[in-house]
């Protein structure tokens, strides 16, 4: 049960041994992300094929949520986030060593799977062990130092690469996994979580029909999250290709608006535990929203640079959101469960945005695709205004 007291509680307690985990994660995430479809061609893959190869790895971890719940369950947390470091560095040594292409699928697939443990576990412990009163600003901290990883994954990666060759990326994500598992096995096991003592048994059936209310009103509002988050990746590159910016410039307008949505995610956690959790998560999605419209509207570097930083800022502001409302509807018992379902549904919108982006585009074009991206976050802010409670919440959903 979290902690429901924290006025002489300190997130530098937890440092180290839980965000540390996350970072090296991040970091050797990243910096094999952009490897994995060269890896591909290089063993004989088509160009389509080793473009879908980087999406193997959200389709596992869509595929696996559910199963890594009752991992994390049965495991505890603290044994779960080293297991799925352990297994993450065997999958990055599996790609490492990949002589043919089925090879390779098999090894980004097992890395899918870890990465869905280890994110899971991950959230879990915090949601236990941080108290209510901090809660969002720990979970803000573990999007935003996951996503600090990723950004700087890839150059790490192109460091090792220059010096050792392509393959070497994957020995940084393995030798950054074991690392994490290393520092993950210094936390302490939580009351209820060691050996599983102390759980109540209970279904993912169970969880999911008696808080179905809530995924079906505060969860959609997820998926609509994690649709816009997922589209806006695609976005910024296909838009800077079609008002004629180089590949070059594309990926400096990417990394500037990367930069602004990493500086803002503790100040929007503070907001969130001291206001509510609506006072973050509604203007997050009115301004990526409003941006994404915007974006249509620009037809030059400048404007388009600019714009694109205003939607880093509302992704920014909106690090740990999807997983502080996760934690804060999720009951005592069933928590591992519950967030399990509730990653799914993150995931179907990770999944589904991007592929309405290129139905739209195909069906039309790129800029009513972006348009219709918009309106999805502007319908997402309207979902949660109507859903998330407008006040901090000492206690959600308790069982």
């Known amino acids: ?10 997130l530098r307690r937890l440092a180290v041994p839980a965000y540390g985990p996350s970072l090296l994660f991040g970091l050797g995430e990243g910096a094999i992300l952009p490897v994995i479809p060269l890896s591909a061609r290089a063993l ?45 560095a065997v999958a990055v040594g599996f790609a490492w060593w990949a002589t043919q292409l ?35 600003r720990a979970l803000s901290t ?20 220059g010096q050792w060759g392509m393959s070497s990326a994957y020995l940084v994500c393995g030798a950054a996994l074991v690392a994490a598992g ?41 998926v609509l999250i ?40 503790y100040p929007a956690g503070k907001v969130m535990d001291h206001f509510g959790r609506r006072w973050v998560a509604v ?3 009115i301004v990526m929203g409003l941006s994404l419209l915007a974006i249509p509207l620009t037809h030059s570097v400048v404007p388009f640079t600019a714009v694109c930083c205003v939607l ?8 740990g959101m999807v997983m502080t409302l996760g934690a804060d509807f999720s009951p005592d018992v069933g928590r591992a469960q519950f967030l399990g379902i509730w990653r799914e549904l993150s995931d179907l919108g990770a999944v589904g945005g991007p592929a309405m982006l290129s139905g739209i585009t195909a069906a039309a074009a790129l800029a009513p695709a972006v348009a219709a991206t918009g309106v999805i976050g502007l319908v997402a802010a309207a979902v949660l205004w109507r859903h998330v409670p407008s006040r901090p919440m000492p206690s959600v959903q308790r069982r």
Not at 52 to 77: C, D, H, I, K, Q
């Open 142 to 161: 573990l999007g935003g130092v996951m996503r600090i990883g990723v950004f700087a994954g890839p150059f790490l990666g192109a460091a090792a690469i």
């Open 312 to 319: 880093g800022f509302g992704n920014g502001i909106g690090a």
């Open 44 to 88: 004989g893959a088509s160009v389509p094929i080793a473009a879908l190869m980087v999406m193997l790895t959200y389709a596992s971890s869509l595929v696996f949520n559910v199963p890594a719940s009752v991992v994390t369950y049965r495991l505890g947390e603290r044994k779960a986030i080293v297991g799925a470091a352990v297994v993450g």
């Open 182 to 222: 290393v520092l993950a096995a210094t936390l302490p096991d939580l009351q209820a979580s060691a050996g599983g003592g102390g759980r109540v048994p209970i279904s993912v059936a169970q969880v999911l029909r008696q808080h179905v209310r809530v995924f079906l009103t505060v969860g959609m509002g997820v």
């Open 1 to 10: 049960m979290s902690p429901a007291g924290g006025a002489d509680f300190s």
């Open 283 to 285: 203007p997050s999605m």
């Open 226 to 265: 994690a649709a816009v988050r997922a589209s806006r990746q695609a976005v910024i590159p296909l838009w800077a290709e079609h008002i004629g910016l180089t590949p070059q410039t594309a990926s400096l307008v990417y990394g500037i608006a990367g930069g602004v949505d990493m500086l803002v995610f």
């Open 102 to 136: 089925w090879h390779l699928v098999g090894a980004v697939l097992l890395f899918g799977a870890s990465a869905s443990v280890f994110m899971l576990a991950r959230q879990s412990y915090l949601t236990e062990a941080v108290p209510i009163s901090h809660r969002a």
